[in-house]
């Protein structure tokens, strides 16, 4: 029961959130928040939004460089959770106003607030914006992804996906990418589709799910999952049913994204570092300790790459944090530098947090529980702190085999 109960925990902190050379690297510095921010995403020119899911939600608005936001963009005192931003600039910021209605706020480029919502189901909801400013839904307790058209004032449909959708990805020419974390699997929808034209298992040898969860598409529609359970990132090609190769990555990888020159950056709970992995590499090639447990990240137009770990219970100030192009690079390289700049106080190193509200667990065949994929960010050492509990338990049954750090978040 204990095991099955830290395995539960450690799934719920990996949605909340929701190997390599030990190099340390400096960030440019911390951007002080006063907050819980869960969500990062960052604009052409840089400017880096922050969704807050602490009290009085909004999106922080911090300017490239900048060590604090400029600015809040109020989102009618709901919580935030996920977040993406359209081609032109829009901002689509998911809400919830704790009475159980949801909502997808639409803010234009430039405004301080939100121009008109679009209601959705409750919950969480991750979110990703398609090229031509489709908005895509993942509805985590219905198992289903939600289609807003550009410009639209409605959901347009919903498809049926794999249990737990987790994360989205869209490619350049549209297509969706769907990681289904309780399912073990990728949902594929195709631009302007009705319905899954694929499934894609990620599955382990038990047939057990591998916990997928971050999901990155590039331009030519190679796919990246980071699988929470493999501690690995599975390579999809183009048009492809099955994974093409794996990338070992330590720790739990829970988030994934991709930069301007190629490269791919993976957080990891447990271990608390994020990972380089090079242009056509086969294998990490450094990593840097991270403030904290990181949740999501994003990388900037210039290749830098801010990263949230959570904070140790919301609502609270959780550590963001930027990496400079020169300091990744470092660490790709294996060399050594001094460990992150101390936050300052607002922005403290935390390594977890207590999980948001959430919905029931879905239990699998026994060897682990998932529930419905939520927006991700304010859960790390909650999670790690059951893997710990998990592996000690296992290691008790099995005295010389490495437990799973897949179950790390």
């Not at 925990?9 to 030990?22: K, N, W, Y």
């Not at 398609?130 to 449909?157: F, K, L, Q």
Request: hydrophobic share 45%; net charge neutral.
């Amino acid at each position: 029961m204990k095991c099955r109960w830290a395995t539960f925990t450690a799934v719920l902190g990996a949605f909340l959130c929701l190997g390599s050379a030990p190099a340390g690297a400096a960030p440019d510095g911390a951007i002080s928040i006063y907050g819980t921010p869960v969500r990062v995403a960052i604009a052409a020119d840089g400017t880096a939004y922050l969704s807050n899911y602490g009290q009085g939600g909004g999106v922080f608005v911090v300017p490239s460089g900048a060590t604090k936001p400029s600015r809040t963009i109020s989102t009618g005192g709901h919580s935030t959770t996920g977040l993406a931003l359209g081609p032109d600039g829009t901002l689509y910021v998911a809400t919830a106003d704790g009475a159980g209605h949801g909502a997808i706020g639409v803010i234009p480029a430039g405004d301080a607030g939100t121009a008109r919502t679009i209601p959705v189901s409750a919950g969480l909801h991750p979110l990703a914006a398609g090229p031509d400013g489709t908005v895509y839904v993942a509805n985590s307790a219905e198992n289903t992804v939600s289609v807003i058209a550009p410009n639209g004032t409605a959901v347009d449909r919903t498809i049926k996906v794999g249990a737990g959708p987790a994360e989205i990805a869209v490619a350049k020419d549209g297509t969706a990418f769907v990681a289904n974390q309780t399912a073990g699997t990728v949902s594929v929808i195709p631009a302007g589709a009705g319905a899954v034209s694929k499934t894609i298992e990620l599955l382990s040898d038990t047939g057990t799910s591998e916990q997928p969860h971050g999901i990155a598409a590039r331009a030519d529609g190679t796919v990246y999952v980071a699988n929470i359970k493999s501690n690995d990132l599975a390579v999809i090609k183009p048009g492809a049913h099955t994974v093409a190769e794996r990338i070992y990555v330590e720790g739990g990888p829970q988030d994934v994204a991709l930069a301007p020159d190629g490269s791919l950056y993976v957080t990891s709970l447990l271990t608390q570092k994020l990972s380089v992995i090079r242009p056509q590499a086969k294998d990490v090639g450094g990593s840097i300790p991270t403030d904290g447990g990181p949740g999501h990240l994003a990388v900037a137009p210039d290749g830098s790459v801010i990263v949230i770990s959570p904070p140790v219970s919301p609502p609270g100030d959780g550590a963001v944090v930027r990496y400079s192009a020169a300091a990744l690079a470092a660490a790709s390289r294996g060399s050594t530098a001094a460990t992150p700049a101390a936050s300052e106080a607002p922005t403290a190193a935390a390594p977890a947090a207590t999980p948001a509200r959430e919905t029931a667990a879905q239990p699998d065949d026994g060897s682990s529980s998932a529930l419905p994929a939520v927006a991700g960010g304010v859960a790390a050492a909650f999670a790690a702190a059951a893997v710990w509990i998990l592996v000690k338990g296992r290691r008790r049954k099995a005295a010389g085999l490495a437990a799973g750090a897949g179950q790390a978040g």
